[in-house]
């Protein structure tokens, strides 16, 4: 049976690209993206960027997710708030690691952050993912559920995916290192999140809720991830500020969709 689950590549430039140069790739990518169906598309450039990108994204099926927020507004000087992503973006990637691990952030904050987003309409890309070392120490498992299990814990579940929430499982040591997970271990720990879903919320949210795989995504690799059943799209760096190579992992997850 087709999975009901609409696949969802989502484009993390990070802090790339000018406000005109993000206005060259949202153009590249609309074009290029044209005529493919079955694929949700989601560009994510800097706060900067957004209502240029917005603006040229108007009248197209493809969304615009911000990289972050702030769950209060006030004396916060340099963050945006929740509400002021609201109306503009669809998307809000909560908890990358680089927020985590570069920026402090912890599973309270990550919490607060996903209740914010969910409270002013935003769909949360909640990102998750162990380090090497916890890896190597076989404590996969373990991180990745306490990480899970911290951000949505009290969430509504139904809220979240009615929204289109998502879930982005991204290992800290593939995440631009260009050692990406292999498909069926990436497929496995997505299995163990959407159990997890299962207890924290109900059977029928978990099998409706998309999750994402993150960590060296290309168009070479990405079929090895879209063939996974459990996996149901991508969240993708560096090659997201490519034209021709983000339209091609597009492309070959359409492909690849439609033969699963
Ligand atoms: C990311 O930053 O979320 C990411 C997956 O980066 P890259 O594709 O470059 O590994």
């Known amino acids: 049976m087709a999975s009901p689950r609409t696949p969802i590549i989502a484009g993390n430039w990070k802090c790339h690209k000018t ?22 598309v989601v560009l994510c450039p800097p706060s900067v960027s957004l209502t240029t990108v917005s603006k040229c994204l108007e009248g197209h099926s493809l969304r615009l997710g911000a990289q972050n927020l702030y769950p209060t507004e006030g004396a916060y000087t340099g963050e945006v708030a929740a509400r002021m992503l609201a109306g503009l973006c669809r998307y809000v990637i909560l908890g990358h690691s680089e927020r985590r691990h570069i920026f402090g952030e912890d ?8 209740e914010a987003a969910l409270a002013h309409g935003l769909a949360p890309i909640l990102c998750v993912g162990e380090t090497l070392e916890e890896n ?41 290192t260009g050692r990406p997970c292999y498909g069926p271990t990436a497929n496995a720990v997505i299995g163990m999140i959407r159990h997890l879903l299962a207890g924290l919320y109900s ?45 091609a992992i597009v492309r070959r997850t359409a492909e690849v969709r439609g033969l699963r």
């Not at 599973?107 to 996903?114: E, F, G, P, S």
């Open 136 to 176: 190597e120490r076989g404590r996969t498992e373990e991180v990745v559920s306490r990480q899970v299990r911290a951000a949505l814990e009290g969430v509504d579940g139904r809220h979240f995916m009615e929204l289109g929430g998502v879930i982005a499982y991204e290992p800290v040591w593939a995440i631009g």
């Open 19 to 40: 406000v005109e140069e993000a206005r060259a790739l949202a153009e590249g990518v609309l074009h290029g993206v044209e005529g493919i169906d079955g694929v949700e």
């Open 107 to 114: 599973d309270a904050l990550i919490h607060a952050k996903v």
């Open 203 to 247: 059977p029928e949210i978990a099998s409706a809720l998309r999750i994402q795989y993150g960590g060296s995504v290309n168009a070479a690799n990405i079929a090895e991830f879209m063939e996974q059943p459990e996996i149901d799209g991508a969240l993708v760096g560096g090659a997201s500020l490519r034209v021709e190579e983000f339209v």
